[in-house]
Each structure stands twice: as C-alpha cells, then as structure tokens.
C-alpha cells in the first residue's frame, strides 16, 4: 500500500530563516500533490497543488517543488514569521479527477524569535 | 463568506450511546467527505458522497454511517461509539470536475466518549 512519510519530529527555525518541510512516498506517483496547514483543533487549510508534470509552484512565501524521479515534494517558506508556526500536512492524489486524498501525517513547524 | 460549518465542535458520548455530527456548507461544492483525525495523525478518510453517490473506504467500520439528505448537508453516525471512536471529525468539500480540486475543512467536531 502507499506510504507517505513526513518528518514527525518538529521543526525549530529562527524567524528570517528559510523553513523547508519533506514529503517522500512510496510506490507510484500521484497525479497531484496538495499542501495544508493545520493549527491546533482545528481543520487543515489549502495551501498549494502542484502537478506531477510541474516541476515547481510558487506563491507569495511559499514554494513547492514535485521530484517524481526521487518520489519526493518539498515545501518552502521564506522569510518565516512566528505567524507561521503549525503543523504542515501533504495529501496526493492519485485518482487524477482530484475527489480523493492520502493524507501524511504532517510536520509541526514552530518559528521563533 | 462562503463556508464549512460543523455541528457541536465538541461532542461528548457515553460508550455505546449513538451520536450524530452534523456538517454544512454554503459552497455549493458536490463532494462532500468525512475524515477521523487522532492525535498526531493523518485525516483518514471515511467516506464522501459525489453528488448524492455515497463512495464508502474499504476499511470504515460498519459502525459509521453517512447521509446526506441534500447539496448543502451531510451526517455522520455512529451507531455505538467505542472509546477507540474518541477523535477529531473534520468534513470538507471540494468541487469535482477534470483536474485536482483542494479541499475546503471545517473546524472539526472533537468526539469526546466516556
């Protein structure tokens, strides 16, 4: 079955810094690949979707980049702010038609001062 | 603004006791899905309904039950809640179509069972 690994130990970067977050699967690759952030009790947000054709997406502070070939997404922020601080979850999808994720269990990022 | 609302944010049930969460959505979105969340853990999905084609995972215990009875709502019922059954419960939705589609969460229902 597929796997998706993300860090589960936390994340500590100073604010300024550049945080990067990994997301590796096994198997076979998702048509796309999604990133949430999740805060505490409550439900994930839509961050970004990148397809497996792209390469790199980019919006405002974040980055993602897909490496099929490694079966691997980063996920950048730049210029981190204390603001950023959750826990940063990856979904892919692999039914093309975008109705179902896998979800990973996510990494907790906490930027400090 | 358009939204996913759900219906206690937090519930607490006795074991054995049936419980019924509710969701709703002002997006208009045609799939709707149930996730249970533990601690430090992945969404797991449940299910999710395609227009008013219910789509159940492989491996969701009988002991949950969906409906949806229009567009705009959907429940979750557990007919008799364990102390395993004891999570967060988020519902989301999503416009379907060609292409990937992101996923718009409520805040969550935290089940609470004693």
């Known amino acids: 079955s597929q796997k998706i690994e993300q860090n589960s130990e936390a994340l500590n970067i100073q604010e300024g810094k550049t945080a990067t977050l990994t997301c590796n699967y096994t198997?076979?690759?998702?048509?796309?690949l999604q990133w949430y952030r999740q805060d505490p009790g409550r439900g994930p947000v839509f961050l970004l979707l990148?397809?497996?054709?792209?390469k790199e997406k980019r919006k405002e502070r974040l980055k993602v980049t897909f490496d099929t070939t490694l079966k691997q997404s980063l996920f950048h922020i730049t210029a981190s702010q204390p603001a950023d601080s959750a826990t940063y979850l990856c979904?892919?999808?692999?039914?093309?038609?975008?109705?179902?994720?896998?979800f990973g269990t996510g990494t907790q990022l906490k930027v400090e001062l | 603004d358009a939204m996913v609302i759900q219906n206690p944010r937090y519930q607490v049930t006795q074991f054995g006791k049936p419980v019924t969460l509710s969701c709703s959505q002002t997006?208009?979105?045609?799939?709707m899905y149930w996730y249970q969340q533990k601690s430090s853990q992945a969404p797991k999905l449940l299910f999710h309904?395609?227009?008013?084609?219910?789509?159940n995972e492989a491996d969701t215990p009988d002991n949950f039950q969906s409906r949806r009875p229009n567009t705009s709502f959907c429940f979750l019922d557990i007919r008799s809640p364990g102390l395993g059954d004891a999570a967060m419960y988020l519902c989301?939705?999503?416009?379907?179509?060609?292409?990937?589609?992101?996923?718009?969460f409520g805040p969550g229902t935290r089940l609470t069972v004693t």
């Open positions: 989301a939705t999503s416009r379907a179509g060609q292409g990937a589609r992101e996923q718009y």
């Open positions: 198997n076979y690759s998702p048509a796309y």
């Open positions: 990148i397809r497996e054709n792209e």
């Open positions: 979904a892919l999808d692999y039914t093309g038609g975008g109705n179902k994720l896998t």
């Open positions: 997006l208009n979105h045609n799939v």
């Open positions: 309904y395609y227009d008013k084609d219910f789509n």
